[in-house]
């Protein structure tokens, strides 16, 4: 633990202050779970910076960040699924399913860094309802498999 | 947010400054298109949000890169040894794919056809394989009985597929369950029709 607080300082991830696990049963406002976490993967949710991991569940507006060694990859309810790859700062912004009707909406941002995007059940059902933001463009997703990069390799 | 406002800011000052272009300060962003599992290529719209302009990528490895300065994106196309170069991180952080299966039960019972029983074991390798799975089962039923008997009938399939699974390790929690009697036949009917077909759970795996 305190060695990945000295790591999360030093590649500029910010003091972890209150660093706690989540996981546990689902809930009626998760929007994704955590599949697969290397290296130090931190989920901010409002105030709190948790520490991520293979079965945590996430939720609307969480920004999820990855340090030099961490890759993260999420499959959301409606089949998304996302990865990202080292030094990367990813945003939930807004996200609705009905898994009936599979119409919804997704929003997501990448700050910085490399990210891999499957889309699923939301983009099939209706092709305005994905977008992925970057710092100068948005992305229409009409689907299916792409990546994204913000800035330079390191 | 404080970036962009930090960009906006920049942007202003340049105006009043009387500068003719925006020397935008945002880092260098790449967009790049890939054949799905099938080998299908979709559709992105990469639209910029400072200069206006749009790029449609819709060709295997058609890419759009913004630089830091200037913004205009031109569409390229890139090699798929490059893409694993630059994206080798996330394509190695790739979750399994979502999988779904159907199962078929003997009419009247929540007991597995024959085929059913043996395909259950290739449902449970795909959850088992999952280091965090999620299960969710749907149950269904034809139309011979009453619609009361169906609902219960259909929770009874979907409960007998997450006791089979936790019986064998799945935790119980990452497993939902749910019945829509004979609501949702895939084979349309009329009502009081034996229907092997609609007799079954749908299981999606993630």
């Known amino acids: ?31 994704a779970q955590i599949k697969v976490a290397t290296g130090t993967v931190i989920v901010e949710r409002g105030s709190q910076r948790l520490m991520a991991a293979a079965g945590t569940r996430l939720q609307q507006s ?17 089949n998304t699924m996302m990865s ?36 699923g059940k939301i983009a099939k059902q209706s092709p305005e309802a994905m977008t992925v933001k970057t710092p100068a463009t948005i992305l229409g997703v009409r689907g299916t498999e792409f990546f994204v990069q913000v800035g ?3 | 947010m404080l970036f962009t406002r930090a960009v906006q800011r920049g942007c202003l000052v340049a105006a009043i400054a009387g500068l003719a272009a925006c020397a935008s ?22 639209s910029n949000v400072e200069g206006g302009g749009s790029t449609t990528l819709n060709k295997p490895y058609a890419a759009a890169r913004v630089e830091s300065v200037g913004g205009k994106s031109e569409p390229r196309t890139v090699s798929e040894a490059e893409v694993k170069k630059v994206f080798g991180g996330a394509i190695a952080a790739q979750p399994i794919r979502p999988i779904s299966f159907q199962l078929y039960f003997m009419e009247g019972t929540d007991e597995y056809t ?9 449902v449970f390798a795909e959850v088992a394989r999952r280091k965090v799975a999620e299960v969710a089962v749907i149950g269904h039923t034809d139309t011979v009985g009453t619609l009361e008997f169906n609902d219960a009938l259909s929770l009874k399939r979907a409960a ?25 036949p895939v084979v349309p009917t009329a009502d009081e029709v034996s229907e092997p077909r609609n007799r079954r759970v749908e299981i999606s795996v993630r």
């Not at chain 1, 969480?62 to 409606?78: K, P």
């Not at chain 2, 880092?27 to 298109?33: G, S």
Request: charged share 20%; net charge negative.
């Open chain 1, 1 to 31: 633990m305190v060695a990945k607080y000295v790591r999360n300082v030093v590649f500029g991830l910010g003091v972890v202050g209150a660093a706690m696990a989540v996981s546990g049963p689902a809930a009626a406002n998760d929007i």
């Open chain 2, 25 to 46: 300060s945002h880092p260098p962003q790449t967009v790049v298109l890939v054949p799905d599992n099938d080998g299908k290529v979709g559709t992105v719209i990469v």
């Open chain 1, 152 to 154: 330079e390799v390191k």
């Open chain 2, 160 to 184: 007998r597929v997450r006791n089979d699974f936790t019986g064998r390790g799945i935790p119980t929690d990452s497993i939902s369950i749910a019945g829509r009697g004979e609501r949702e």
């Open chain 2, 114 to 122: 024959p085929e059913s029983k043996e395909a259950f074991e290739n």
């Open chain 1, 62 to 78: 969480d920004v999820i960040r990855t340090g030099i060694n961490g890759s993260v990859g999420i499959t959301f309810t409606d």
């Open chain 1, 84 to 119: 990202a790859g080292p030094n990367s700062a990813i945003v939930l912004d807004r996200y609705a399913f009905n898994s009936t009707t599979h119409e919804g909406r997704l929003d997501t941002s990448v700050r910085t860094g490399t990210l891999s995007v499957v889309s």
